[in-house]
């Protein structure tokens, strides 16, 4: 059995450092390196109207400022993890079977809870990296497209991008955006990642980027609104908790005949186990060759530490994951680890297919 592990953090809820402790502070090796893929729970397909049942009337948030030459300095709320964990004490039900999981000292426990009420590091470096693609950012928000986060936990990437197109306002003639958003716990994608979106809907603009964070009251009444407001934007958003594999692919991304959107797929901190790596590279790939039959353009971004020590995990076994199963990558961003401590890059995945016009400039 996988032994619970814990990373460190900068503040309460924002994960920097990925050393591997026990409950005593002592480094441990998770066995799971030498275990078969986890069985994991079957996706589930959830509904925004759904996860935006019982919303609390307030929360409690921070702020993180993302730099972008194009669209100058962009500041996200992010909710307090001591507000989520304040709801998921005082609510009598939840969407998982162990929803208190994430209260715990340890930050991540295999097939439980896999620390998406936080915000991991390389969450961050993908959301500045993302600031800085010009022509990407151009093409996901002026052209139809879908946009998938693997493993999204507090979604910070995705929150940069929905918070730039829905700032373009509602239009008969807007694009179509889908927003897909997959984490392993239903909790957290109704506690974290959609209330996120729903904060930064209602902050807009108006936070500055010297504001360290505040609260926001009648938030309960916030959601028909918000839904209304995606609708005259041409915007869905639908969400899948569960594992990686075939299903979860189905659901994320049905193929039909209608006209293929560009694809543009996240994932970040998404390689720190090898008992998950191959499930999370099989999908990636399933997913760019479903864009690639209907005839859609993809890309795919993929930000992790060099090495997650204590763990098992690194970018070089993924990478002979994915050329395994034929897949390629390359380093788009880096670290230099040596003044930074881990290092930590982004890889942009191809399916390694050779067809024309299967990936976004």
Not at 90 to 118: C, H, Q, R, W
Not at 142 to 162: D, F, H, K, R
Request: charged residues 25%.
């Amino acid at each position: 059995m996988s032994a619970p592990f814990r990373f460190g953090f900068v503040d309460d809820d924002m994960a920097e450092d990925n050393t591997t402790r026990d409950n005593d502070g002592h480094e441990v090796t998770n066995s799971s390196a030498d275990e078969k893929s986890p069985a994991g729970a079957m996706p589930c397909l959830h509904t925004l109207d759904e996860l935006l049942v019982s919303l609390p009337d307030r929360i409690e948030y921070k702020t993180i400022t993302i730099p972008s030459a194009d669209y100058g300095e962009i500041t996200l709320g992010r909710r307090e993890l001591f507000d989520i964990r304040a709801q998921l004490m005082a609510e009598d039900t939840a969407l998982d079977d162990s929803p208190t999981a994430g209260l715990s000292m340890d930050d991540i426990k295999p097939n439980v809870y896999e620390g998406g009420f936080k915000t991991w590091e390389c969450s961050v470096d993908l959301a500045r990296y993302l600031a800085t693609q010009s022509e990407c950012l151009s093409q996901t928000l002026s052209n139809p497209c879908t946009i998938v986060e693997l493993g999204a936990g507090t979604a910070l990437p995705t929150q940069l991008l929905l918070h730039l197109r829905l700032s373009k306002g509602s239009a008969s003639n807007s694009p179509r955006t889908t927003i897909v958003l997959a984490d392993f716990n239903a909790s957290v994608l109704k506690l974290a990642t959609i209330l996120n979106i729903l904060l930064n809907y209602q902050l807009g603009d108006d936070v500055r980027p010297d504001e360290s964070g505040g609260d926001v009251e009648g938030f309960d009444e916030l959601g028909t609104k918000f839904l209304d407001f995606l609708c005259g934007c041409n915007v869905e958003i639908k969400a899948i908790s569960g594992s990686w594999g075939p299903e979860f692919s189905a659901m994320a991304l049905p193929e039909t005949s209608e006209i293929p959107d560009d694809i543009l797929i996240l994932a970040s901190e998404t390689i720190y186990s090898p008992a998950s790596t191959r499930a999370f590279t099989s999908t990636l790939l399933d997913l760019l060759h479903r864009c690639e039959r209907a005839g859609g353009k993809a890309r795919a971004l993929v930000a992790a530490k060099r090495v997650y020590f204590g763990v098992g995990g690194s970018v070089d076994d993924f990478l002979n994951v994915l050329r395994e199963l034929g897949g390629e990558a390359k380093v788009v961003w880096t670290t230099d680890g040596l003044e930074n401590g881990v290092g930590r890059c982004i890889l942009e995945v191809t399916s390694g297919a050779k067809e024309a016009n299967t990936q976004m400039t």
